[in-house]
């Protein structure tokens, strides 16, 4: 999987060349030791993905993360996503779950972001920190891994809050230093690669600690730090390709 610049740098050519990488490693990894459950696909595990080359983690076929494997499961067994109608806004919507969500006859579905025109079709515009929706308009509100690239993050939260109806739940993800209670964040760190060394990628402001649920607290948020790992035996977190302890923020109001 490649970042957004290295998609935009690519042009026309990344469908093509991304297309024969995929397919590549689907026969690279032929297997039947793990087991995607966004797309059913089989491989002798996952491919490796990121600068640190992290193993097990990437789906040669629907290209999801660890992360959005284990939600996808979540959603399934944990929340009534699919049992009851609700209307969602999904910011910075993910592409495996964008495709899936459009097709749920009981959602109706708003995907937005600040930067539309990056994601699939369908994807509106909507600014966190300054929108024109009426509070309390969202039974569901889906908001990963979007924190950490805003400055006033509070507001941000805040404004998700006023806009989730009363009863109404949501998951809210950001990369997590697990090793640390309190939030890492310097306004002054504005070069990227200082913002790199301390964030952890170069578009960050902040590395969340185990205070975040706090944050999402502050706003009025009932939080729920769910570790659904926990759940799963080691060989079926490794099936899954699940990152271990990387717990689940369900939020509610």
Same mark, same amino acid.
């Given at each position: ?8 740098? @690519? ?8 297309? #024969? ?8 990894? *032929?297997?039947?030791?793990? $087991?995607?459950?966004?797309?059913? /696909?089989?491989? &002798? ?6 600068? &640190? ?11 999801? $993360? ?12 944990? +929340?009534? $996503? ?9 910011? *910075? ?34 600014? #966190? ?7 309390? &308009? ?11 690239? =805003? ?11 006023? @806009? ?9 993800? #950001?990369? =997590?230093?697990?090793? +640390? #209670?309190?939030?890492?964040?310097? /306004? ?12 952890? $990628? ?10 975040? *649920? ?18 799963? /035996? ?17 939020? /509610?109001?």
């Amino acid at each position: 999987m490649l970042s957004t610049q290295a998609k935009e740098a @690519l042009g026309p050519l990344f469908p093509i060349l991304n297309k #024969v990488r995929l397919q590549f490693l689907r026969l690279k990894l *032929a297997g039947n030791k793990v $087991l995607c459950p966004c797309c059913g /696909s089989k491989y &002798s595990e996952f491919a490796p993905f990121g600068d &640190s080359r992290r193993k097990n983690a990437w789906c040669p076929k629907c290209e999801s $993360l660890e992360r959005h494997r284990l939600l996808w499961m979540y959603f399934e067994n944990k +929340t009534d $996503l699919y049992t009851k109608p609700h209307k969602m806004l999904h910011v *910075a919507p993910e592409t495996i779950f964008m495709s899936h969500f459009k097709k749920q006859k009981n959602i109706d579905y708003h995907p937005v972001d600040i930067f539309p025109h990056l994601y699939p079709a369908g994807t509106q515009y909507f600014d #966190v920190l300054n929108h024109n929706e009426p509070d309390n &308009s969202y039974d569901v509100i889906i908001c990963n891994h979007v924190f950490q690239y =805003i400055e006033d993050d509070k507001t941000a939260i805040n404004n998700l809050y006023k @806009l989730m109806t009363p009863g109404g739940w949501g998951i809210m993800q #950001v990369p =997590i230093n697990g090793k +640390t #209670v309190k939030t890492y964040e310097d /306004s002054s760190i504005t070069d990227p690669q200082e913002r790199l060394k301390a964030f952890g $990628l170069k578009e960050h402001v902040r590395y969340y600690g185990l205070d975040y *649920a706090d944050r999402l607290r502050a706003a009025g948020f009932n939080v729920r730090v769910d570790d659904y790992t926990a759940e799963f /035996s080691e060989a079926d977190n490794y099936k899954y390709g699940f990152w271990k302890g990387d717990a689940i923020y369900y939020v /509610s109001k």
